[in-house]
Structures are given as C-alpha cells and as structure tokens.
C-alpha cells in the first residue's frame, strides 16, 4: 500500500485533486465570481455538453487539419530550403535575412494579413502554422548540415565514399535525427498557429470557439476549450515522441 | 610503399610544415613522435589528400584504395550498428550487402568482437569502438596503414591490450605502418623506425631511429632489450635539446611520456 505513495505520478494526482477539491469549495462557498472563475463542476458540465452534443467534432477537425496541414507542408518546405541554403551560398545570402526576420518577430502577427490575403476559410490558417514551423525547420536543418561532425565527413571520404554517400549516410541520418528532436516543438508551434488563425477569422475550429466565448463572457466554456487543446496537443506530443525514440534508437 | 620529399604546409599564413622527408618501405612499422600541435597528424592528412601541401611531394607505392586510415577519434557512424559501420567500405567497393555484413563480422571476431556486430556504436566501450574503426580499416585490407593517435584515450591495459592485437595483425599480414604517436614507448615497442618531427611552426624531421629489436614482438617484452632503454634515452635526450632555449615552449612537451 504504502508503495503507491512513492510514486511522483501518485504524489502529483494526489496535489490535483486536493486543488479541484478546495476550487469546488471555494465556489460553493461563494468566493470566486462565477462569471470569471467558474468551479471544476461547471467547466466539466460545458466540457461534457461540448462532446454529448457533438458540436466539438468539426470544430476539432478544423484545427486538426490547419495544424497538421501547416506542420506537414512546414517540415518539408523547411528541409528543402534549409538544405538548399547549406548546399548552396547564394540561396543562404538570400533566404537568410528573410527567416532572420521572421524569427526575430512574432510570427503570428502576419495573421490578418494572411486573412487578407486567403479568406476566413482553411487556408489562412494552414499558412500561418505553415509560416512558423518552417521557419524553425529551416534553421534547424540550415545550421544542423552546416555543423555536421567533420570527423564522420572525413571517415567516410577515406573508406572512398563520395558525394552521394556522404548524402546517404552522414547528411540525411544527421537531418532525421535534428528534426525529429525538434519534431515537438514544431507540433506546438502548428498548433499556436491555427488556433491564432482561427482566433482572428473563422467561422470554424478551437480558436473560433474560444473566440466566441469571449464574446459571450462564458469562461466556463472557454476553460473546457483550453483543457480540450491540451489534452490534444498532449496526445501529438505523445505520438511524436513515440516516432522520434523508433526512429533514433541508435540514441538510445 | 610510401615516401614524402620536401613537404611544406601552411594554415592560410601559418606555416606548419616545412622540408620534411620520411620513407615507409614495404612491410615496415614506421612512428613519427613530436610534440602536440607540431604537425603530425598534418602530414597523415596531407599524404591521404585531406589536406593540400603548398610544396613537395608524396609518393605512393600502392594504390589509393589500398590505404588505410585509422582516426584519433573512433568516427563511426552512430546511426549505423558495428557490423554496418565494418561493411561500409567494403560496400563501397562494390561488395554485396549480405557478403559484406558477413565479412565484417568476421573481422569483428577477429578483433575479439564476436557477437557485437548489431550493436550501435554508443552501446560499445571506448575501447570496442576502437576495435571496431580498425575492424572497419582492416576489412579493406589496406597495405598501408596510417594512424593518428589511434590509442590516445584509452586506458593503459586496454591499450596494451589493443596495440598488441594491432601488431600482431600487422605482423602477420606484412602491413606497412605509418603511426603518429606523443608516446616514445609506444613508438618504441611498435616500430621498425622513428621519426621525430620538430616544434612547430615549421616542423621538420629532426631524428630518424632505427629500432633494432627482432620481430615478431610483444610489446612488453620488447621493453626489455637492452637496446631499448639507450635507445628511448637517447631520442628523449635529443627531444629536450629541442626544447632548451624556448622559454615557455615547455608546456608543449607535456603530453609526452616516457617511461621511468
């Protein structure tokens, strides 16, 4: 019995529950405003509604397919123009200010424009979750192929390897391995993207909700909102590291 | 098989080496000792092509492929397992997959590797992965061998343990040698001849040796020749020679060794 208790994870429930406990009490008790701090009951109530109706479902797939649309198309245009900047100097002196630039603001302020420019639909928001996981995969992959070890370059010249070689087995093994570590944070930063996108325009999606509960003064449904892109974001998390530690196990 | 006549290399502005001329002849160990940072591993590059000289010449007896080069660092591939690391050159030669994996493990046997072809680099000690580079160098079979500090950082009694291994090989299958090494001993109980490169900048050969203990060798045992103690003073004596006069050039002679 007493070994459970040894655990973080059950040390760690054990805090939550207390605190969705005193939450409760409080409410009840009367000392938060409902209308800013709805208890745990309420938020599970609007939760439940939320998937007992079915509203959530296209709202969840919008999202979904914003998110992973500009994560996908993000990752490959990403390791094309970070490649195609290491292999060659004229597309590094010109790409390099640009993503320079994009790194250093934050990217999500070109989100009305990109409403501007493509509609309230879909397509906006794959661009901006688009814009800032490229972005990042570019520089991983830019600065990633330019410090590849010089001593595993060097090794498989001398055992007569040559440029494609060095593509197969040095580049490409190095490429995977830096992306896949960053494969995470791209995932967040695709979903920031589309719930921003769908935040400033839409008439779809996590981000239209949350918006639309603003504009309604219903925190209770805004808090179920956050807690349901948690858990959905938890889960990618979950599936990305799965599929970094298969494909890296030589890491360990 | 190997000869170097009048070699300079610069750094951009720096000159690193200058004149310098040594000779490997078939089936012979041959060392080259100096100080750390003096140029030696410079003048294994230079003579593989990784690095252009800016005068001189180095002439090959045999072919490019025939060489082998074994790195200070053990550089596999870490993605790759140790028997796909062995195989990498042979595959590179043309050699089926399948007959390449089986001869590197074969090689990994031995090297006293038998059984550890599927592990990854990472799951090996310091001094397995070193097994498995020369595994990996050997497979090849180089007649000329070049190594660069290839037993630097391991422990004592696994590189005892190695170099004899090593020698043996190299015994048996009349490889020629060509070890860049700051360990007089090693240098000592390992070769037919030594070289002693100069300090830097503008490194040159400052003393040939020839060792005369009779092959085949143990490494130890061969410390034990009465020739071996006159000969290591000598080439220490000439080593701090070098030394005299240049204050503060003295911490470059730390990595050396000699056994007291």
């Given at each position: 019995?007493?070994?459970?208790?040894?655990?973080?994870?059950?040390?760690?429930?054990?805090?939550?529950?207390?605190?969705?406990?005193?939450?409760?009490?409080?409410?009840?008790?009367?000392?938060?405003?409902?209308?800013?701090?709805?208890?745990?009951?309420?938020?599970?109530?609007?939760?439940?509604?939320?998937?007992?109706?079915?509203?959530?479902?296209?709202?969840?797939?919008?999202?979904?397919?914003?998110?992973?649309?500009?994560?996908?198309?993000?990752?490959?245009?990403?390791?094309?123009?970070?490649?195609?900047?290491?292999?060659?100097?004229?597309?590094?002196?010109?790409?390099?200010?640009?993503?320079?630039?994009?790194?250093?603001?934050?990217?999500?302020?070109?989100?009305?424009?990109?409403?501007?420019?493509?509609?309230?639909?879909?397509?906006?928001?794959?661009?901006?979750?688009?814009?800032?996981?490229?972005?990042?995969?570019?520089?991983?992959?830019?600065?990633?192929?330019r410090q590849v070890d010089r001593k595993l370059v060097e090794r498989v010249i001398t055992l007569g390897g040559g440029r494609g070689t060095l593509l197969r087995e040095v580049y490409m093994p190095s490429v995977t391995a830096w992306v896949l570590g960053n494969l995470k944070v791209a995932v967040g930063f695709a979903f920031t993207g589309a719930v921003v996108g769908e935040f400033v325009a839409a008439t779809k999606g996590l981000g239209y909700l949350l918006s639309f509960?603003?504009?309604?003064?219903?925190?209770?449904?805004?808090?179920?909102?956050?807690?349901?892109?948690?858990?959905?974001?938890?889960?990618?998390?979950?599936?990305?590291?799965?599929?970094?530690?298969?494909?890296?196990?030589?890491?360990? | 098989?190997?000869?170097?006549?009048?070699?300079?290399?610069?750094?951009?502005?720096?000159?690193?080496?200058?004149?310098?001329?040594?000779?490997?002849?078939?089936?012979?160990?041959?060392?080259?000792?100096?100080?750390?940072?003096?140029?030696?591993?410079?003048?294994?590059?230079?003579?593989?092509?990784?690095?252009?000289?800016?005068?001189?010449?180095?002439?090959?007896?045999?072919?490019?492929?025939?060489?082998?080069?074994?790195?200070?660092?053990?550089?596999?591939?870490?993605?790759?397992?140790?028997?796909?690391?062995?195989?990498?050159?042979?595959?590179?030669?043309?050699?089926?997959?399948?007959?390449?994996?089986?001869?590197?493990?074969?090689?990994?046997?031995?090297?006293?590797?038998?059984?550890?072809?599927?592990?990854?680099?990472?799951?090996?000690?310091?001094?397995?992965?070193?097994?498995?580079?020369?595994?990996?160098?050997?497979?090849?079979?180089?007649?000329?061998?070049?190594?660069?500090?290839?037993?630097?950082?391991?422990?004592?009694?696994?590189?005892?343990?190695?170099?004899?291994?090593?020698?043996?090989?190299?015994?048996?299958?009349?490889?020629?040698?060509?070890?860049?090494?700051?360990?007089?001993?090693?240098?000592?109980?390992?070769?037919?001849?030594?070289?002693?490169?100069?300090?830097?900048?503008?490194?040159?050969?400052?003393?040939?040796?020839?060792?005369?203990?009779?092959?085949?060798?143990?490494?130890?045992?061969?410390?034990?020749?009465?020739?071996?103690?006159?000969?290591?003073?000598?080439?220490?004596?000439?080593?701090?020679?070098?030394?005299?006069?240049?204050?503060?050039?003295?911490?470059?002679?730390?990595?050396?060794?000699?056994?007291?």
């Amino acid at each position: 019995m007493g070994r459970i208790f040894d655990r973080p994870l059950t040390r760690q429930l054990i805090g939550l529950a207390v605190l969705l406990i005193v939450w409760q009490a409080a409410a009840n008790a009367g000392w938060l405003n409902p209308l800013y701090m709805p208890s745990p009951v309420k938020i599970g109530a609007a939760l439940y509604a939320l998937f007992a109706g079915g509203t959530i479902w296209p709202h969840l797939a919008a999202t979904f397919a914003a998110a992973l649309g500009g994560l996908a198309i993000g990752v490959i245009v990403g390791v094309i123009l970070g490649a195609a900047a290491a292999i060659l100097p004229v597309i590094a002196e010109l790409l390099e200010p640009v993503m320079i630039l994009l790194n250093a603001v934050p990217r999500v302020v070109l989100a009305p424009l990109f409403v501007i420019w493509l509609g309230i639909g879909l397509a906006s928001k794959v661009a901006l979750s688009f814009l800032l996981v490229a972005v990042l995969i570019f520089f991983t992959v830019y600065t990633g192929i330019r410090q590849v070890d010089r001593k595993l370059v060097e090794r498989v010249i001398t055992l007569g390897g040559g440029r494609g070689t060095l593509l197969r087995e040095v580049y490409m093994p190095s490429v995977t391995a830096w992306v896949l570590g960053n494969l995470k944070v791209a995932v967040g930063f695709a979903f920031t993207g589309a719930v921003v996108g769908e935040f400033v325009a839409a008439t779809k999606g996590l981000g239209y909700l949350l918006s639309f509960a603003q504009s309604t003064y219903n925190a209770a449904l805004m808090l179920a909102l956050v807690l349901v892109i948690m858990v959905f974001v938890l889960l990618i998390f979950i599936a990305s590291e799965w599929l970094e530690k298969r494909l890296t196990r030589w890491r360990g | 098989m190997l000869r170097v006549t009048d070699l300079a290399l610069s750094y951009g502005a720096t000159p690193v080496l200058e004149g310098v001329g040594m000779e490997v002849e078939d089936g012979e160990f041959v060392s080259l000792v100096g100080p750390s940072g003096s140029g030696k591993s410079t003048i294994l590059r230079a003579i593989i092509g990784l690095q252009a000289p800016s005068a001189g010449k180095v002439e090959l007896g045999v072919a490019k492929d025939k060489i082998g080069f074994l790195f200070q660092d053990d550089a596999l591939l870490p993605w790759r397992r140790a028997a796909e690391n062995v195989a990498l050159g042979l595959r590179l030669r043309g050699m089926a997959k399948a007959d390449a994996l089986a001869r590197a493990e074969e090689w990994l046997g031995r090297l006293g590797l038998h059984g550890f072809g599927a592990r990854y680099p990472r799951e090996l000690s310091g001094g397995q992965r070193k097994r498995v580079a020369l595994a990996q160098v050997l497979a090849l079979e180089p007649q000329l061998l070049l190594m660069d500090e290839p037993f630097s950082a391991l422990d004592a009694i696994t590189r005892a343990r190695l170099s004899q291994d090593l020698l043996k090989l190299v015994e048996d299958h009349r490889l020629s040698v060509l070890l860049v090494t700051h360990d007089l001993e090693e240098a000592l109980a390992l070769s037919d001849n030594v070289y002693l490169l100069s300090r830097g900048p503008k490194a040159r050969i400052a003393g040939q040796y020839p060792v005369p203990i009779p092959r085949p060798r143990d490494i130890i045992k061969a410390r034990t020749h009465p020739e071996f103690g006159p000969l290591l003073e000598r080439i220490w004596q000439n080593l701090s020679r070098e030394v005299v006069g240049e204050p503060g050039k003295d911490e470059q002679w730390a990595g050396f060794s000699i056994g007291l």
